[in-house]
DNA sequence: ATGCACCTTGTAGTAACTACAAGGTCAAGC
DNA sequence: GCTTGACCTTGTAGTTACTACAAGGTGCAT
């Protein structure tokens, strides 16, 4: 598959996808013989996990140690552990985080389904006590 | 209390607090007689809303849209439904997406506590179709 | 043989910060 | 009373993660 055709399956522009290639994220694929990338569905999937994380707020340093996980297969047990450990935290933050925001506005639209405007305890959904 | 503090509690730096104020996203707030910002708790609420949701990926935009809902409290049903769901609909996703990430790093640290690195599919919890 | 998708390198724009400089005010501590 | 640190302003410039476009070239289908 061809750059465009990724580009158009992924939703991730074709320059995007060269951008990642650039910022070694994503592999330089084999080149067809008219030197053309050669994409297939591993690159795909690859990509996809990329614009996934990224739109969940990972940054590319981030997720580039995700990858790393999946790639150094031959890598220490206490390595993967301890960084999957963190990154599981942040995970259940972000998902917590979320949650609180699901049910407020699912709070929101069910109050406007009986026409009681109600009060909007939005922010309140993510305000918790701060901790970086 | 004074930026500086704000900036302490929330985790925010000083210069993008006054930075979101400059963005209209959050109010600038009253000063004190010497013309030092004064934020009270709300502002704090606030702030960590923004800090919060910037962290899961929401751009200005959307947190603006999200901060609407709560500000704009003689607002029309309709408009605040139609806003509402959509958002849902992108926290659902993004819950979704977490999810299926929290159950792989799970599964990665319960095979190391066995010592039986097993293979990681840590790209596939996130790679399922594409939809934009 | 025309047009489109691809190739390269390079520059520059965007969003959302982050940093720092210059020049000034305010108030607490020595 | 004077220094020090936190604050004020305006302004410029750097960072990350793209995004866009230009110039000049290749491959290939119609």
Redesign the interface.
Known sequence: MRIGQLAR???VKSETIRFYEREGILAAPPRTQANYRDYGPAE???L??I???????FSMARIRE??D??DD?D?S??G??AL??S??GE??R??A???A??TE??R??AA??Q?T?G??R???????T???
Do not use: Q, W, Y
């Open positions: 399956i992924t939703g795909e999937a690859r996809n996990f614009r996934r994380a990224r739109d969940l707020g995700l990858l996980l999946s297969a890598r047990c206490a993967i552990d999957a450990r990154h599981l995970v259940e972000k998902i985080s979320l949650e925001l699901r506005l699912g929101m639209i406007c389904e026409d405007v009060d909007c939005i922010i309140d959904a993510l305000a918790g701060a901790e970086p």
